[in-house]
């Protein structure tokens, strides 16, 4: 018994002791030209809005979204009758039939309502979210002709750290940078 004891604090202290080399490495998304369709863009959001900027290097769109641009009304999405099920889910993930439990998990745990929308909401049975707008920017780089712009060094990159993506690239010697975020306590979001 004194041996485990002596095991478990040895490894609580080893545990704490050494750095973690996989929790020091940033961990970002990064790429190197801009986005050529709406899901390769970057999500920024704070829960309640949101904006998908797509790094474009002439025109950048950058779409809005805002969480009360739905398309269904609101439901009560509770299954009030869910746990009833719970002490068979977990004896089955206890028994190691984990395709079991995830079936009756399927089964029991997931809203079959009517869905918000009833079948009118964009003629589905639930809603949906809607783009609250499109956000374009038009760059004027002194009048070069947009022909003859040759971007260099182009990096995409959304930081999963600090949840702030970035566009850095340059042309004719000149470095451009921008900078997106979304401030949760201010409810807004920024283009620096």
Known sequence: M??????????????????????????????????????????LG???IGMMPDGGILKEKVVLNEITMWS?????????????????????????????????????FICKGAGSGHGNGANVPFGCYQV????????????????????EA????LSLDNAIATCSYRINGINYRREYFTSFDDDISIIK
């Open 2 to 43: 004194e041996t485990k004891r002596m095991c478990l604090v040895l490894l609580l202290l080893l545990r704490f002791a050494l750095p973690s080399t996989a929790q020091q490495a940033p961990l970002k998304l990064w790429y190197d030209k801009p986005a050529r369709q709406w899901e390769e863009t970057l999500p």
């Open 132 to 151: 609250l707008g499109n956000l374009n920017v038009q760059f004027d780089y002194n009048g070069a002709d947009s022909a003859s712009l040759k971007p």
């Open 154 to 157: 182009y990096r995409r990159e």
């Open 72 to 108: 269904g009304s609101e439901q009560d999405a509770n299954n009030y009758e869910a746990y009833k099920n719970l002490p068979a889910i977990r004896r089955l993930l206890q028994e190691g039939k984990n395709d079991q439990a995830q079936a009756l998990v399927n089964k029991t």
């Open 46 to 48: 704070n829960g309640r």
